[in-house]
């Protein structure tokens, strides 16, 4: 994690904050979206059509994993054009770890959607989310430097594994092989997530 041998700290912070940028676009917007359709009840219109609701769900979601994909992509080049700071490990495994964070993030937002009212009620359960996930994920503090309570409970902040992978496919050139553990707790809480936004959507007919 702490590995920087230029000793440069926008080289260890660019990685990590692809992450915030998928938080926001990949997780707070869908779930504005979809609660923004409950208030004015356009929803209501997909509710009583024959279409499922895993498929409704799709239709929401899509768009925003490829605009997340295409902010990653956009972010690597910045990095690598403006501040010279180039991936030294493989983007395919970068890829693979956005790609398994934007289901997470999505799932976590249409579930907050689903229970949620109204958008105010919505914005401030996302915003408590992502103030944790900055916080205890180790984004700004390193985990390490954390008291040893607060490193358990970082155990269950999915945007840890995330920062950990891009950060070690960033500076240590590390591949999927070395951060497996990473990877499979990123589709464990994909999974656990998506499961439960499907689940606490009602799509009434």
Known sequence: DLYNPTLDF???????????????????????????EKETGTIEAMNVTPVGKFTFVLSKLIPYWIVG???????????????GLAPCGRIVDIYAAAILFSLVMSG??????????????????????IVVFQLMGGLFTPISSMPVWAQYITYAVPPRYFIEIMRSVYLKGAVMSDLWTQYAALLGYAL?????AAVTYKKRS
Do not use: D, E, H
Request: with cysteine.
């Open 69 to 83: 994909i295409m902010v990653v992509t956009i972010g690597m080049l910045i990095g690598r054009f403006v501040y």
């Open 192 to 196: 656990l997530l998506c499961t439960i």
């Open 108 to 129: 976590l937002g249409v579930t907050i959607a689903n229970k949620s009212a109204t958008i105010l009620q919505s914005i401030f359960v996302m915003f408590a989310f």
């Open 10 to 36: 926008r080289n260890y912070m660019i990685p990590a904050l692809m992450v915030v940028l998928i938080i926001i676009i990949c997780g707070f917007l869908p779930t504005l979206n979809l609660v923004s």
